[in-house]
């Protein structure tokens, strides 16, 4: 069964450095998402992307984070210089054309120190 | 705006016990509402969904009524097991994009930590 599959599974990092996730969608869908979780919070929807750009974003997405599918399989989330308040799960989800169905890989637990 | 209340957990259940798990909205129109499970080690997978009003989504023994005079979309099951123990989310989307769109987006509850224990 096709599965969206996302790298890594856990990142640490300092204050102010640059983190990649990486995110794999199924292969022939077509509208792809990152969302997160603080730990004890809810899962909030930072960003969506179709046709090599963004079409909406949240409040949370701002400068700091950017979206990138640079190879047509791989969907990227930078997060450009990373704050405490980063630290989260990051889910990627994909979509077909008609379908309401978002498919979500695993998540990537990134921890700010 | 869009926002989804579910109820707080852990929830801890022996097996073949009832279980249900709250969930109430607050949307304008008639939003398609969801039940997302995370099984540990696992990403989010949709378990059971109702796109109207009065519809009930079933999957794999559980079930939620979309009840629109309450705003509700409580998840139920009347015999839960061992693997049922995970992370269940309630969510909605916007009424008019279930289909596609790029618009398409979640509105998620916190999520209800279920452990059953056998």
């Known amino acids: 069964e096709p599965e969206v599959t996302q790298t890594p599974s856990h990142q640490v990092t300092q204050m102010g450095q640059e983190v990649i996730l990486r995110c794999v969608p199924i292969s022939n869908h077509l509208y792809f998402y990152w969302y997160r979780q603080i730990l004890g919070q809810k899962v909030e929807f930072l960003v969506s992307?179709?046709?090599?750009?963004?079409?909406?974003k949240s409040e949370i997405f701002d400068d700091q984070f950017s979206v990138e599918r640079p190879d047509g399989s791989n969907f990227t989330l930078k997060i450009r210089s990373t704050k405490l308040e980063d630290s989260a799960m990051y889910f990627c989800a994909s979509k077909g054309a008609n379908t309401g169905e978002l498919f979500f890989g695993e998540g990537s637990r990134l921890t700010v120190l | 705006g869009n926002s989804v209340t579910q109820m707080e957990g852990p929830v801890t259940l022996s097996e073949e016990a009832f279980l249900t798990i709250n969930c109430t909205y607050t949307?304008?129109?008639?939003?398609?509402l969801f039940w997302y499970v995370q099984y540990p080690g696992e990403g989010l997978q949709l378990l059971l969904k109702a796109t109207k009003a009065d519809d009930k989504g079933s999957n794999k023994g559980f079930e939620a009524t979309y009840r629109k005079e309450t705003t509700s979309f409580h998840l139920e099951k009347g015999s839960v097991q061992v693997s049922d123990s995970a992370v269940y989310f309630c969510?909605?989307?916007?009424?008019?994009?279930?289909?596609?769109?790029?618009?398409?987006?979640?509105?998620f509850g916190k999520g209800t930590l279920l452990t059953v224990n056998p």
């Open positions: 949307a304008t129109g008639y939003p398609s």
């Open positions: 969510a909605l989307s916007p009424p008019g994009v279930v289909g596609g769109g790029s618009n398409y987006k979640l509105t």
């Open positions: 992307f179709y046709n090599n750009e963004i079409s909406e």
